[in-house]
């Protein structure tokens, strides 16, 4: 016991010593466990908070619970085409949580903080557009830093003052600047305020990071909208469908599934592969015109034939 105590006040020194060197304070979480060693009070098992769940059995048994709320918890998008279902996976987690909030009492605000570069793909939040996804505007900050430096200065501030239910820290890509060694001090001040990190990375690949679970968004094909007789309304486009892969987590293998998410009701639920055959003679919600197939053009393709080098003139 006297060994684990000397190795962990080593390595509290040492973030001390990482800290003042760059001119930063002290992380909150070596200070936290210096205060639980010296005190006794606390112990890892009374730090642990509740997850929160999908409300999905099989999704929320692969998680060991669902999503941890004192972490880093990474949405990734392979594809520029597909920041939109990663978005959209992010805005419903931090809908589900903020009603968690609000029938516990606990009003606090929600901080979007968009990348540069990912606003120009992706686009900013749009008010109305959050309120029918279930999300309360009166309640979503959004933030758009010049610099990456700059967003990931704010994340660290906004996750350790514990002041919003949830921080979602939008990156596109895989840059240089935020690495390993960044995503470890973003880990460590989650951990220490108890409040989550949702990393929201956009066309980016897998790389070694802290976040406690990490999930591959795409979109899923919807169904037609239903209505209160149990019919479905013709011609219309129903909720969103992700269709996800555990990517990163303590289930060793790979798990993949599509879940339905009920802005209204704010609850995911399980869909098999969707049914995407529509009755005969129906289209599309946005089908576009139905043109005949061009005849008769004024310009057709030349026969393929042998190409000879012509003699040079000179």
Not at 102 to 109: C, E, I, V
Not at 274 to 292: D, F, I, K, T, V
Request: glycine share 8%; charged share 25%.
């Amino acid at each position: 016991m006297a060994q684990n105590a000397l190795a962990r006040e080593r390595l509290f020194a040492l973030r001390e010593t990482i800290a003042r060197l760059e001119g930063k304070p002290a992380p909150a979480l070596a200070a936290a466990e210096q205060e639980a060693l010296a005190q006794g009070r606390k112990t890892r098992q009374e730090r642990i908070l509740p997850p929160l769940p999908f409300g999905v059995e099989f999704v929320d048994r692969a998680l060991e619970g669902g999503l941890p709320l004192d972490g880093i918890t990474e949405f990734r998008s392979a594809l520029s085409r597909d920041a939109g279902a990663a978005s959209g996976l992010a805005m419903a987690v931090a809908a589900r949580l903020q009603k968690q909030e609000s029938d516990a009492g606990r009003l606090m605000p929600l901080l979007w903080i968009g990348d540069a570069v990912g606003t120009l793909e992706a686009g900013r939040p749009y008010a109305p557009g959050l309120r029918d996804f279930g999300l309360c505007p009166e309640r979503f900050l959004h933030a758009a830093p010049r610099k990456l430096d700059e967003a990931l200065w704010l994340a660290e501030a906004a996750v350790e003052s514990a002041a919003f239910s949830a921080v979602i820290f939008e990156v596109r890509g895989n840059p240089a600047h935020f690495g390993l060694t960044e995503s470890r001090r973003l880990s460590l001040r989650a951990h220490a305020a108890r409040r989550p990190l949702f990393l929201l990375r956009q066309a980016g690949v897998e790389e070694a990071s802290s976040a406690a679970l990490r999930l591959h968004v795409e979109p899923g094909p919807s169904g037609l909208r239903p209505l209160p007789d149990g019919s479905k309304l013709a011609g219309s486009i129903g909720n969103p469908i992700f269709r996800l892969t555990l990517e990163k987590s303590r289930n060793p293998a790979p798990l993949s599934f599509l879940l339905e998410w009920n802005p209204h009701e704010r609850e995911f639920f399980s869909v098999t592969e969707p049914n995407l055959l529509r009755p005969p003679g129906e289209q599309s919600a946005h089908s576009g015109a139905q043109l005949p197939a061009s005849a008769n053009r004024s310009y057709r393709p030349q026969a393929m034939g042998a190409l000879l080098a012509f003699e040079r003139a000179s």
